[in-house]
């Protein structure tokens, strides 16, 4: 038997030092028959693969930082086979201690970190769920929401989240926002659809929606049957109707853009040009949405 060279023998085993020969060696001795040099390579790539897209590395992680799984913008929390993807959020900044040490109460400063954590993961291609923010921050899921609302109301703007550009969970406030700022406040559909990180097609149809919703109660229709009738949500109903009622006591007249002057294939704000959020996939009971 022919002697290894030299240099094979004397650091060729320290690649058992690295993830790929620690792995290697752990499926040689568990499964020593059950698993062929071959199939043993190509699942240790794969494994290694995963994890190098699950966990970033260390350096990509900075102090006051935290790797979260959230959903993916290419599919929607309540999908039969959801996609996440791993995104890097800031828990605490610089910033947020600088504004605690000038006697800022805890409070104060939650509303923007919690919507710096919602903006970072959509820039990386993911939208946090209220419970997501539930967990990472170990407040109540009415104290995330109520934080979430006063940031919103302040800046004028929808953070990007599961409920707002899903439809998931309990959240309509973004469709009220939208027709609020193309109706009420009379902007255009188009800088409608920018500040609340929503798609034309979207803004479209909930104008659309609106509208719809208006027509009937002007012709004396009650809620319930304004939902029946349209399919639409009664709370959603009952929104738009406040609006009809603001915009009827404010000017008369809902008169104006009842439609976005666009077509499809104008993309909205989403990241790496990602499409209106698809209903596609098929969804899950409401219990087991993510």
Known sequence: MMRAPDPIRRYNSAKARFLKGVLDRFFRKEFPKLIGPLLRSKLVEEL??????????????????????????RTRADALNPVFVPVVLTLVDEGDIDTLAKGTRPPKVAPGAMARMMKEAYAQGGLLSMRDLTLLTWRDGSSVSKFRRRYEQEHDM???????????????S??????????VDKKDPLTA???????????????????????????????????????????????????????????????????????????????????????????????ERT
């Open 193 to 287: 659809s920018r500040e609340t990180n929503h798609s034309m097609p979207a803004v479209d149809r909930y104008l659309k929606d609106f509208h719809r919703v208006r027509l009937c109660q002007q012709h004396g229709k009650d809620a319930d049957f304004i939902s029946f009738a349209t399919g639409i949500n009664k709370h959603v109903v009952n929104e738009y109707i406040k609006i009809a009622e603001q915009c009827e006591n404010a000017s008369g007249s809902c008169d104006g853009v009842t439609s976005c002057p666009t077509t499809e294939n104008q993309a909205g704000p989403h990241p790496s040009g990602q499409p209106e959020h698809s209903t596609a996939q098929g969804r899950r009971p409401a219990e």
């Open 158 to 172: 929808t953070l990007p989240h599961t409920g707002s550009l899903q439809d998931v969970g309990s959240c309509i």
């Open 48 to 73: 290694i693969n995963l994890l190098e897209k699950t966990l970033p590395l260390k350096d990509h992680v900075q102090p006051g930082q935290v790797v979260w799984s959230v959903v993916s913008l």
């Open 174 to 183: 973004h469709k009220s926002t939208i027709v609020r700022k193309v109706v």
